[in-house]
């Protein structure tokens, strides 16, 4: 790991993007400095500049552990991965400032250990190539979801006892609702595959709700609002149904999408339920006041034990379905494309 240290420190300007730090101590202790930086910033910021500024800084702190570990310890076993960690934080910090300069220097890192990898080191790489690439696409095109299934079928190919393929296959399938054959095909190869518990629950799930698609979606509730509410009242028009929380500030961006996306459609020709998986009815209360909402509402409080959550096949928000005239499930991912995705159902004989 010398040759590599010195190659890569030699060739980088990015190594004067913080002030080096000296030798803090054994190999062990700095490892576990490093491990130690994983449960993340111990902050509560109040405001989003500040969230932002807590994260850079927690970055760099990353980038300064590591560069002392790589300086110090460049033999040791756990050298190799600090590189990778290294390559990781700059791609996700150059994603975070938009700085490509950063997302170049953590793929030189890539290239440069490629050059010198062991058989058990490549494995490592080829799987930290996957994320990188997961990371770095900012507009998903069927090219790009083509790209990365190849990359995934590669590594499970090349790595077939790695204990990773059940949940890369499992997350590459979220590529595919829009191709709900190769989506189901994913997941029950990833299903035969997966140990963990939880990543079983998650695959159940996610077939589940594939398999809900061309299928009418029965759902009775009493909405937050106090009226009974049965989605059989709203055949005949497009609907969008939508799952989100406070909790979740995707899902709540999501619905001020879905707001003005609402406003390029006929005026109403496409109605909108929410499900609310926020635990309190004050959470609730405070989407409902700051979007201005006046779809019907499901809450019960159980979040995700939700009878209808669970019933649904529900994990992940912000969830966004839409669904035809004549009730049935036509896509698991209404926010991609979702005005001209309502126009060609509008357009659809009922």
């Known amino acids: 790991m010398i040759a590599i240290g010195f190659r890569i420190c030699l060739g980088f300007a990015f190594i004067s993007l913080l002030t ?135 590594f499970q190919t090349d790595h077939p006892d790695d ?27 990833a299903q035969s595959l997966a140990m963990d518990p939880d990543l079983k629950s998650r695959i159940t799930d996610d077939l589940k709700r594939v398999r809900f698609l061309g299928e009418i979606i029965s759902l009775h509730f009493t909405s937050a609002q106090g009226k009974e509410v049965d989605l059989e009242a709203f055949h005949g028009k497009p609907l969008i149904l939508m799952f989100f929380a406070d909790f979740s500030l995707p899902s709540t961006k999501a619905i001020s999408e879905v707001q003005r ?22 959470d609730l209360a405070g989407v409902v006041k700051a979007h201005e909402l006046t779809w019907p509402l499901a809450f019960d409080g159980a979040g995700w034990e939700s009878p209808v959550v669970r019933s649904l096949g529900i994990n992940a928000l912000p969830t966004v379905w839409l669904i035809d005239r004549q009730g049935r499930l036509r896509s698991l991912n209404g926010l991609e494309n979702l005005v001209a995705k309502v126009k060609q159902l509008l357009a659809e004989r009922p």
């Open 261 to 282: 996306d609402l406003l390029d459609l006929p005026k109403g020709g496409v109605e909108v339920v929410g499900v609310s998986l926020d635990k309190t009815a004050g």
């Open 20 to 154: 080096p730090r000296g030798r803090a101590g054994d190999a062990e202790t700095d490892w576990k400095e490093v491990t130690a930086l994983d449960a993340g910033p111990q902050e509560n910021p109040g405001t989003t500049q500040a969230a932002r500024t807590m994260v850079i800084n927690h970055l760099a702190r990353q980038a300064t552990a590591l560069r002392a570990f790589i300086t110090a310890h460049s033999e040791d076993e756990h050298a190799f991965e600090a590189w990778l960690r290294l390559s990781r934080v700059f791609q996700i910090r150059g994603d975070f400032e938009g700085s490509e300069k950063m997302r170049t220097d953590g793929r030189r890192i890539l290239a440069e250990l490629e050059k010198t990898a062991t058989p058990a080191q490549r494995t490592e790489l080829d799987f930290s190539k996957i994320t990188q690439r997961m990371r770095a696409i900012q507009r998903m095109t069927q090219e790009n979801r083509e790209e990365l299934l190849a990359m995934v079928r590669k």
């Open 163 to 189: 204990r990773r393929i059940a949940p890369l296959l499992a997350e590459v399938a979220t590529l595919f609702d829009g191709q709900p054959k190769t989506k189901e095909a994913l997941l029950v190869a």
